[in-house]
């Protein structure tokens, strides 16, 4: 697990550094907004699961980049747990190629909203 998160961080890098290279005035913005389950919380970064099957054995998560201008509503980041519910709010940018397709340059966290606590009790998988 932390090899696959090491690695997710290494790319998102990598795409980072080649944004840079795009003047931003020539990317498309796409704001996007997305609830799910705090799965990781750590002071530059955090994760959600978005979309899980127990049944079928998958969760779908993302990663989120974290930096001062990053707005939090309701809870900070200490005070959030894993297994809450939170949202996130944030901008997805794209450069045209040559061939006319969208490719993903990086995606810039904007807001983190507290939703719901953990639920605590007995759970089933069933």
Known sequence: MRILIISAITVLMLFLSIGACVPEEEMIIKKKEISGTLSTARPNYLSIVYESDKRAGYE???????????????????????????????????????????????????????????????????
């Open 60 to 126: 779908k998560e993302m990663m989120f980049m974290l930096d001062d201008k990053v707005k939090f509503l309701k809870k900070n980041l200490v005070q959030m747990k894993e297994g809450d519910e939170i949202g996130v709010k944030y901008e997805e940018y794209f450069r045209k190629t040559e061939e006319g397709k969208e490719e993903f340059v990086k995606r810039v966290t904007k807001e983190v909203r507290f939703i719901k606590p953990a639920s605590t009790g007995l759970k089933s998988d069933f």
